[in-house]
């Protein structure tokens, strides 16, 4: 599964500083069992907002990962709470399958 989250910085503050405190936690997040990486990206367009999408064997795996955070990791998270506005996404289930389309050679 995925959790996904956005990430709006706060004014005066950039994307870089949150990023810092992001690698940190999730550095220690990553070590939970049933953690499979976790990626932070940039909107086109509005560099003060961002979204984290971290993947999990399991919703149970991601809520036992939150329900016993290290005193770590909570101490991270607090230090970047007053740059930033972090609004949940939710968890999304991975697809049954996935269709690509193929992608054709074309050349003149």
Request: proline share 6%; aromatic share 8%.
């Amino acid at each position: 599964m995925k959790y996904i989250f956005e990430v709006k910085m706060k004014p005066g503050h950039s994307a870089e500083e949150y990023a810092d405190a992001w690698v940190r936690a999730s550095e220690l997040i990553q070590q939970a069992p049933g953690a499979m990486g976790t990626e932070l990206h940039r909107k086109i367009g509005e560099p003060d907002k961002l979204i984290a999408i971290a993947r999990w064997q399991s919703k149970a795996h991601r809520d036992a990962m939150e329900n016993n955070h290290s005193p770590e990791i909570e101490k991270i998270i607090k230090s970047a709470a007053p740059f930033v506005e972090i609004r949940s996404l939710g968890g999304y289930e991975e697809p049954e399958w996935v269709v690509m389309p193929l992608v054709e050679s074309r050349r003149g």
